[in-house]
């Protein structure tokens, strides 16, 4: 199975479309949606020409940000490069729960990789809870950081053996977790339990706390700049951009959220699409906290305190990107789940983002396999605050030699075939079979006058396969519906009015630009003489 797998990864690649001229991408958001935190981090270039740096870290997330900072705190001569600006991918669009559990909870952890290595992982998903607080504590950096419980429970009875399972598993780690019988949200439940030692902030005012901080050490960034190219040769690596300039370093991290351009690493991680919302409550909760249920896809919520005011945050309706063409009828869903349980006064943002499951659950954060000096951060589910965070204790040390436990447990080189067969088996015939199959289905419209105005639809437009956009001022707007990474034909996605890629969860704006990888390239452009209205 997994042989018959990698032979078809081998023919996809094959497919992949090259000599596509490479263009600067000038994007505000990575979708037409705004989330709570609308909080743009506007950041001047510093000049990197003709330097030589110890380390480039490619993205301006948490993982990319945490991470440069760490290393020049640390004596390294860094430059951050970012296709546009920080906080422009998921990191800005979080719910920003900080968490010492994962999706994949501790009792899988521990019988697909053993207590041992459960017990590492718990250990330094507490400590990156508290560095996170240090760090928050160290620069002064007023984020709206709080510490707090969460409240995990299930709805139906026949969760309660779950919850009993994650309950022993954490007891049997260490990890502060008792069972309850009230949770602060006003949510019916079958059993709870309380997991202390949690914490939440303002993703992107932590982040440009850390990034003022980099920058007065000296650290260099470069946004709007898309890297496309990473070369190790004798020891140095060369990294080429968009604008077609080159800088080498001596070590390299790619901390884009996925693998970028052909990488097999996108194969093992699937991407998804999770829904969230904000409302402001009349008042102050009982206590700021965090809860989820063990439904799948599960809803998620918390309360955010920001000034004098109280929020709530929540999410869920996750689906495979590029799978749902009703995208609304999630918001629609996750509205009424809200509306059924909380009062509040009304809503501030509705937004939708993206993040990549693992094969095995845990993330990969290590060096790439094969390579000299190149290292990758993906696969963090949804756990990228604590994931991104501990790359931070991982990636130093292994630009220092230095091979822990933990960066043992998360290699990307693990090969954890009883761990990872299931779920690689099952992400990976989704992906592959999107990818063979012809998925060109086109729209039901006779006529191009049928597409509203900010509308897109798959169109078959004089025997080519078109991804069609009618603008504000009635103009169409053509293009090819082959995702430029490997063929796959592209969805369009209603709420953000994006084009997303079900295969390996590229997505470009309306008119074809790459929002996020592992695209490089747009949508490749027809021109087609169409009436406008
Ligand atoms: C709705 C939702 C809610 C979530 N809630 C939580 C939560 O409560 N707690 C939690 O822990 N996790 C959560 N997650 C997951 C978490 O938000 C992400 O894992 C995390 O933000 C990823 O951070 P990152 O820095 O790795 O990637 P990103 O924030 O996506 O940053 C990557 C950066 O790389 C840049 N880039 C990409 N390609 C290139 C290139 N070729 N050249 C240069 N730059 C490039 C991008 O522009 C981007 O700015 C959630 C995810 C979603 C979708």
Redesign the pocket.
């Known amino acids: 199975m997994q042989k018959n797998f990698l032979q078809l990864w081998f023919q996809s690649v094959a497919i992949l479309q090259k000599n596509q001229t490479q263009i600067t991408i000038i994007m505000n958001q ?1 979708g037409k949606t705004k989330s709570f935190w609308d909080n743009h981090i506007s950041q001047e270039n510093t000049a990197a020409d003709n330097q030589k740096f110890d380390v480039i870290i ?9 991470l440069a900072n760490e290393l020049q705190q640390n004596g390294k001569k860094c430059l951050i ?19 010492n559990f994962f999706d994949s909870s501790y009792d899988e952890v521990i019988s697909n990789f053993g207590e041992k290595n459960a017990q590492v992982l718990g250990n330094a998903a507490k400590e990156t809870v508290s560095y996170i607080k240090r760090n928050v504590q160290k620069y002064g950096i007023a984020c709206e950081f709080a510490e707090v419980d969460f409240y995990l429970f299930s709805s139906e009875e026949n969760q309660n053996k779950k919850l009993e399972d994650i309950l022993e598993a954490h007891q049997k780690l260490g990890i502060e977790t008792k069972p309850t019988q009230n949770i602060p949200f006003s949510i019916p439940f079958e059993k709870a339990i309380e997991i202390s030692g949690q914490a ?1 902030f303002h ?1 992107l005012k932590y982040l440009k706390g850390i990034l003022k901080k980099y920058e007065e050490k000296g650290g260099k960034i470069l946004n709007q ?4 190219e990473c070369k190790a040769e004798n020891e140095v690596v060369t990294v080429k ?2 604008e077609g300039k080159t800088f080498e370093a001596t070590s390299v991290v ?5 693998a ?2 052909d990488s097999r690493f996108n194969l093992l991680v699937a991407p ?5 919302m904000s409302v402001k409550l009349s008042g102050a909760p009982s206590k700021l906290a965090q809860t989820a249920d063990l439904e799948e896809p599960y809803h ?1 919520l ?1 309360y955010h305190k920001s000034g004098d005011n109280y929020y709530l945050i929540a ?1 869920g309706f ?1 689906h495979k990107t590029g799978e749902e063409p009703d995208t609304e009828k999630r918001f629609a869903e996750l509205e009424k789940y809200v509306k059924d349980r909380i009062k509040f006064e009304h809503i501030e943002n509705k ?6 499951v693992p094969a095995d659950g845990l993330p990969y954060i290590g060096k790439m396999p094969g390579e000299e000096n190149i290292y990758l ?2 696969g ?9 965070t501990m ?1 931070s204790l991982i990636i130093p040390d292994l630009i220092n030699g230095n091979e822990t436990d933990l960066a043992k447990m998360l290699s990307p080189s693990r090969i954890k075939p009883v761990a990872s067969a299931k779920q690689v088996i099952k992400e990976n015939v989704d992906t592959v079979s999107n990818l063979i199959k012809d998925r060109f289905n086109p729209d039901e419209i006779s006529d191009l006058e049928q597409i509203e105005k900010e509308e897109g639809k798959l169109a078959e437009v004089d025997g080519d396969a078109c991804a069609v956009f009618r603008d504000k001022s009635g103009q169409l707007h053509f293009m090819d519906a082959k995702c430029t990474h490997m063929g796959c034909h592209v969805q369009w996605n209603p709420s953000e009015k994006s084009w997303d890629c079900p295969c390996h969860g590229s997505r470009f704006d309306a008119l074809g630009k790459v929002l ?2 592992p695209a ?1 390239t747009d949508l490749e452009k027809i021109n087609a003489e169409k009436e406008t209205r």
């Open positions: 990575a490619i993205g301006a997330g948490i993982t990319g940000i945490t490069i970012e296709k546009e600006h920080p906080g422009f991918g998921t990191t800005g669009r979080t719910t920003a729960h900080i968490n939440q993703p700049t898309q890297v496309t951009t968009s790619w901390a884009t959220h996925h970028t351009g998804y699409r999770s829904y969230a998620y918390r999410g996750d937004w939708s983002a993206q993040y990549y951060c993906t963090f589910n949804g756990n990228g605050m604590t994931f991104g790359a996020i990888g490089l």
